[in-house]
């Protein structure tokens, strides 16, 4: 068994060691500055060097592409939305109709059924679940109902998500992967030349036919 190795670079480069006290491999990627102005330099670590070596390259890949989750606060999905819907979403930055269809589905739907998920865990499959869920629940006004339910619930995570990205605290966009539900709109027959002159007709004979 190596001894334990430790490679520590004072100009901010990865370094990779090995612990003979806990048995396994350490490495740590610098990736840019804390809030608070000290380097944020991320841990990894594994039973092999091989598999701590692909993390940290993964690390830094991601730190070259501009990928890197945000140091700080661990956000659950749920803390998330809700941080959303109060502080950066809240009317007047978007109208009160489209604030109120964000809130049902943030509190009818998405809290319940994926607000446990930590937000840089959430998968494409966790959001597919919760849709075939929604689409499976029966409403007095149908099935249709149920599919624009979830079809609306799969467009407020997907831009509440969006925003979690462009503040890096989350790298990818799950919902952007995530098979969206289809909404199909009933084809709507339109009147024959005989039912509009019968309109036509029974309106002449009432007060203020023109209108």
Excluded: F
């Excluded at 993390?55 to 989750?69: C, T």
């Excluded at 199909?184 to 007060?207: I, M, S």
Aim: proline share 4%; glycine share 6%; charged share 30%.
């Amino acid at each position: 068994m190596p001894r334990e190795k430790k490679t520590r670079n004072a100009d901010g480069r990865s370094s990779i060691y090995y612990s003979e006290k806990e048995d396994c491999w350490h490495g740590y990627v610098t990736v840019g500055v804390k809030d608070n102005g000290r380097s944020d330099r991320r841990h990894v670590r594994g039973k092999t060097q091989t598999e701590v070596t692909g993390k940290v390259q993964k690390l830094e890949r991601e730190r070259g592409e501009g990928r890197v989750r945000k140091a700080g606060h661990v956000w659950t999905v749920e803390t998330w939305l809700k941080h959303w819907l109060e502080n950066i979403v809240a009317p007047p930055v978007v109208t009160e109709n489209a604030y109120s269809a964000y809130d049902v589905a943030v509190r009818i739907h998405l809290v319940p059924g994926i607000g446990a998920h930590r937000l840089d865990k959430l998968e494409p499959e966790h959001l597919e679940k919760l849709y075939r869920r929604i689409m499976k629940q029966k409403t007095h006004l149908g099935p249709t109902t149920s599919a624009a339910t979830a079809h609306q619930v799969h467009r407020t995570i997907r831009a509440a998500l969006n925003v979690a990205v462009r503040r890096k605290h989350l790298v990818v966009n799950p919902a952007l992967e995530a098979k969206a539900p289809k909404v199909e709109e009933k084809e709507v027959e339109p009147y024959t030349v005989d039912q509009v002159k019968t309109l036509l007709e029974t309106a002449q004979q009432r007060r203020n036919s023109v209108r």
